[in-house]
Structures are given as structure tokens and as C-alpha cells.
């Protein structure tokens, strides 16, 4: 799941197993999730997003859960492959003021190793 | 495709000197972002900007500032840079809300690959 500080939690899983992902938010009025893939050495890549009036979500291969009550989000990849080895990122958006537009609260990703 | 261009992938400066971070976004975007990204701790917002010649500082704006003098180009000038600047720097952009209506924020951000800036 995720964490802050300097240490990036590590989830392995073998080739064709199904992938999950944990994430905490902190803030109980955000009312939009995303979910952000980062390869090494590119800059993050949408891979799904779900709105506050929804507890799931689904795309290909992947799904997103949002449980309301205990502010927490997982993303679930089936039959991970190597292409998904990559550090993820959960993001909330708290509700803005017009101005703010809009400003994304990331966690501090989670590491995934897929091994043949 | 939305195209986000970050002008430097890498850059080696001493320290004081001051830097320039430029971005580029190709879509008409309404807001832009720089965040730096450190391990552990995720992506962090520095500024962002809404419209042009607006910012407004995000959780970490202390050592840095902001130039958007144009809709699709937003700069992160470090003034004096210092060896805690070191880091990798992302830029992003998106349309205001997600361009729907219903809504009060999200929305995709749209990053660029990265400038990794080392301070000695």
C-alpha cells in the first residue's frame, strides 16, 4: 500500500497472477480518484479515475474500488503482465474553490515487480 | 495526442545558480503544474496555474516561483538553487474540470517525462 517517507513499498507478483494495490486517503470531502502509472524514467500515465458517486469502476484489465467509509481506493490489475512492472500513484482531488482549479493529492506510490 | 514537452531531460547546476524549467503543452490547457517527485514521498505540488499571469503556490512553493506568460508555456524558476533542490521535476497540464460541466474538479493530468536536476 502507500506510505510516505523514503521508502517505496514493493508488491511482487508472478506473471498472470491479479495485481492489487492499496491506497489511504486523507481527505474525506474529495470527491475524485485517479490512478497514475509511472515506467522508469517516463512521466505518469492515467490508467483510471472514479468519482466519489461511485464505489467501482472498471477498464481494461483494471479495476478501481472506492470505499467511502474508511477513505481507502485499490486498483486491481488482472493477469498482470511484465509491461505493468512500474511504480503506481493514487491521486485525490479535494473539492476546489472556482479558482484552485484543478489540484491533485498524490500518495507516495507503490512499486510493482512482475516476475516471470 | 496531448503533448506535454519538458525542454531539459537533464541538467547538473552548482549551487546558487538559478535555473529555468520550461514546459510546453500543445492541447489549449487551462491549468498547469509543476510538481517535484522524491522517492517515498509521491509527486509534491510546487505551483500551478489556472490562466495565464495567474499562479498560486502549492504545498511546497518555499525556493521556488512561477512564469506563465503564455497559455501553453509555464517556467519553474529555482532563484538560487541549493543541493535540496536536487530532485526530478514534472510538469502537467489539463483542461479546467475535466471539461465537464457537472463537475467541480478532476480531470487527467496530462505529464511530461521528467527534468532530474542535480545541485553539487
Sequence with gaps: GESVGLHLP????QEGDNSIINCAYSNSASDY????????GKGPQFIIDIRSNMDK??????????NKTVK????????????DSAV???AENPPPPKTA???????GGTRVLVKP | DVKVTQSSRYLVKRTGEKVFLECVQDMDHENMFWYRQDPG??????YFSYDVKMKEKGDIPEGYS???????????????????????????????????PRYTSGGELFFGEGSRLTVL
Aim: charged residues 20%.
Design chain 2, 41 to 46: 514521498l509521491g509527486l509534491r505540488l510546487i
Design chain 1, 101 to 107: 482549479g484543478n489540484k491533485l493529492t498524490f500518495g
Design chain 1, 33 to 40: 480518484f485517479i490512478w497514475y502509472k509511472q515506467e522508469s
Design chain 2, 66 to 100: 512561477v512564469s506563465r506568460e503564455k497559455k501553453e508555456r509555464f517556467s519553474l524558476i529555482l532563484e538560487s538553487a541549493s543541493t535540496n533542490q536536487t530532485s526530478m521535476y514534472l510538469c502537467a497540464s489539463t483542461d479546467l474540470w475535466g471539461g465537464d
Design chain 1, 72 to 83: 481507502h481506493l485499490s486498483l486491481q490489475i488482472a493477469a498482470t503482465q511484465p509491461g
Design chain 1, 57 to 66: 469502476r472498471q477498464g481494461q484489465r483494471v479495476t478501481v474500488l472506492l
Design chain 1, 10 to 13: 514493493t508488491l511482487s507478483v
Design chain 1, 88 to 90: 503506481y500513484f493514487c
